[in-house]
């Protein structure tokens, strides 16, 4: 709910004036005092804040142990003789419709 504050005009007139403030929800994490300093660091090299390193960090975390997780699903795929062949044989048509192949097991 915004507050109703009085505050001087540019003819020192009192007015109402309503603050109306819009913040994404936040929270709190406890880190030690040495990543809070490198984190604030990094921020100031970035010209970005915090939160957002902190968001970005994240971010690349997640999409780093997806890659990891399809890296070994691919793995254990070019182990299995069976069902090798049944991708193969799903992605001929593919290879044949886009310009990038599909990776060969």
Do not use: H, Q
Request: net charge neutral.
């Amino acid at each position: 709910m915004p507050t109703l504050n009085w505050i001087r005009n540019a003819t020192n007139d009192r007015v109402k004036c309503r603050l109306v403030i819009y913040m994404a929800e936040t929270t709190t994490i406890r880190v030690s005092v040495r990543t809070r300093e490198r984190l604030n660091a990094l921020a100031a090299k970035r010209g970005t804040p915090a939160g957002e390193v902190v968001a970005e960090l994240v971010e690349a975390a997640d999409d780093e142990l997806l890659l990891a997780a399809a890296e070994r699903a691919f793995g254990r795929l070019a182990r299995d003789p069976v069902a090798l062949a049944a991708y193969r044989s799903e992605t001929r048509e593919l290879d044949s419709e886009f310009d990038a192949p599909t990776p060969a097991w």
